[in-house]
């Protein structure tokens, strides 16, 4: 059973850091793409950052393009999420999300695996 679980998530002030995990398990995720999205309230799901874990290739959303890293860790089956500069408009739900893609999907619909989520809140 492909289980995504997030962590990290929490209340912080802005200009402050986070880092969010996405721990993988129930199969081999070497040869998928690990996406994270955000979720504002009433809002559509957005990309946030990808990373092909076989390769290491990433991509990010140009509102989180300079601040936020996304990485990996095979050993730990595990994505990161690392945030900093943190805004008050980065408030979200954030997700995890897994599936198998030659590049790296923008759109929730490339992903077939979805983590429960982790509330992010930055206090101005």
């Known amino acids: 059973q492909v289980q995504l679980v997030e962590s990290g998530g929490g209340l912080v002030q802005a200009g402050d850091s986070l880092r969010l995990s996405c721990a993988a398990s129930?199969?081999?995720?070497?040869?998928?793409?690990i996406g994270w999205f955000r979720q504002h309230p009433g809002k559509e799901r957005d990309f946030v950052a990808g990373i092909k874990w076989s390769r290491g290739n990433t991509n990010y959303a140009d509102s989180v393009k300079d601040r936020f890293t996304i990485s990996s860790d095979s050993a730990k089956n595990t994505v990161y999420l690392q945030m900093n500069s943190l805004k008050p408009e980065d408030t979200a739900v954030y997700y995890c999300?897994?599936?198998?893609?030659?590049?790296?999907?923008?759109?929730?619909?490339?992903?077939?695996?979805w983590g429960q989520g982790t509330q992010v809140t930055i206090s101005s």
């Open positions: 999300a897994a599936g198998l893609n030659y590049g790296i999907p923008i759109r929730i619909e490339g992903y077939r695996y």
């Open positions: 129930g199969r081999t995720f070497s040869d998928d793409v």
